[in-house]
Every structure is written in structure tokens, then in C-alpha cells.
């Protein structure tokens, strides 16, 4: 045996016992000491067709099938079970309320799609409006303070041939945290008080 094939043999070693001491390690954290198996008698199609099944094989697969079937009223809704935090609650009760408003218009059919679209839809159409009525409406100016949006578009004044600045536009004149402080109507020339007397 050549000392690379060695070499090689002995790398896979070690990736095998690396592999086994990993998955020990994480049935280990898992809680459990024993590799989970599969419980179901003769998963495969070819087990199932190597031999012929015995009579007790069959009466065990029988019953193992049907103990797959959900009962009528499984799931079982556990109200107190739910892993949602208080504010997730919260939150999913309005939408929850709202989409039971539609269960007899729907059916119990098409109500999960609705309890699962309001959210989806109406926040960020209720966001989007909030967002632009503010801006509309309620802008941010000198006098408001820091209450609002603004927004400004900041572009260079067109200059044309036969303008005194053309072919050189003229900079924009930019006040910075301005907020239409520069274009007020009130408190212009001799009536600006800025000292408080």
C-alpha cells in the first residue's frame, strides 16, 4: 500500500469517526441518547414484496396505517398551548375577530385565507396612508418644529442660451434644516425678534 493511498484511508477515517462524534454530540443536546428510528413495520414497497407477509405482518401494518388517520376533530385547537407572546396575541386577536365576522359568508374553507391576507394587506395599506397624509398634510415646517416629514426636491435651476448664466448653471441656494424658514411670510425685516426684546 502506497503511503498516499494510506494517507487517504486515514483521512476518511477520521471524517467518519469526526462524523459519528458529531451526530452523538448533537443527539446528545437533543435530549435523547438513542438515534431516533422509524417505528413504521415494512416502510418500503420492496419489503413489503421480498417475501410474502404473514398474517400478523399485515394485521400490524393494517393497524399502524390506520392509526395515521386524523380523527374529525383533529387539529385540536389548544387555546392556552398557543407559543405566542403576549403582544402577538394581542395583535392576532383583532384578525382573528375580524375574519370570524366572514366564517358564514365564507365557510371554513376560504376564512384561513382571509385571516391570513387582512393582516398582509391592510397594515401596510393603513402604513402607506398614515405616511402620506402626514407628508401631505402635516408637513414638516419652521414653525411645527421636528413633528412630520418633509420632502424637498433639491434639483439645479434650467438655464437656457440667452440667460445671463448660461452655459453655467447657477449653484443651488440651500439652506440646511431650513424647513421653509427662508420663504415665510411673517417676521421679515424691522418686526424679526431674535434676541427676545
Wanted: hydrophobic share 35%; charged share 30%.
Amino acid at each position: 500500500m502506497s503511503v498516499d493511498k494510506l494517507d487517504d484511508a486515514i483521512i476518511e477515517m477520521q471524517k467518519q469517526l469526526y462524523k459519528e462524534e458529531y451526530m452523538k454530540e448533537l443527539r446528545m443536546r437533543r435530549g435523547g441518547k438513542f438515534y431516533p428510528f422509524n417505528i413504521e413495520p415494512m416502510p418500503t414497497e420492496r419489503e413489503r414484496l421480498i417475501k410474502p407477509m404473514t398474517d400478523s405482518e399485515r394485521a400490524l401494518r393494517k393497524q399502524w396505517l390506520d392509526d395515521q388517520k386524523l380523527s374529525p376533530r383533529e387539529p385540536v385547537d389548544v387555546p392556552e398551548f398557543t407559543r405566542k407572546n403576549i403582544f402577538r396575541r394581542s395583535y392576532s386577536k383583532f384578525f382573528d375577530g375580524l375574519a370570524g365576522i366572514f366564517r358564514p359568508l365564507l365557510g371554513q374553507k376560504y376564512t384561513p385565507v382571509l385571516r391570513k391576507a387582512l393582516p398582509l394587506v391592510l397594515i401596510p395599506y393603513l402604513g402607506i396612508c398614515t405616511f402620506w397624509y402626514q407628508i401631505k398634510y402635516s408637513p414638516r415646517t419652521w414653525e411645527t418644529g421636528f413633528r412630520g416629514f418633509r420632502v424637498e426636491r433639491l434639483r439645479r435651476p434650467v438655464t437656457h442660451p440667452g440667460q445671463p448664466d448660461f452655459p453655467n448653471s447657477p449653484k443651488l441656494e440651500h439652506h440646511f434644516a431650513d424647513e421653509g424658514f427662508s420663504d415665510r411670510k411673517i417676521f421679515l425685516g424691522d418686526k424679526l425678534v431674535t434676541s427676545g426684546r
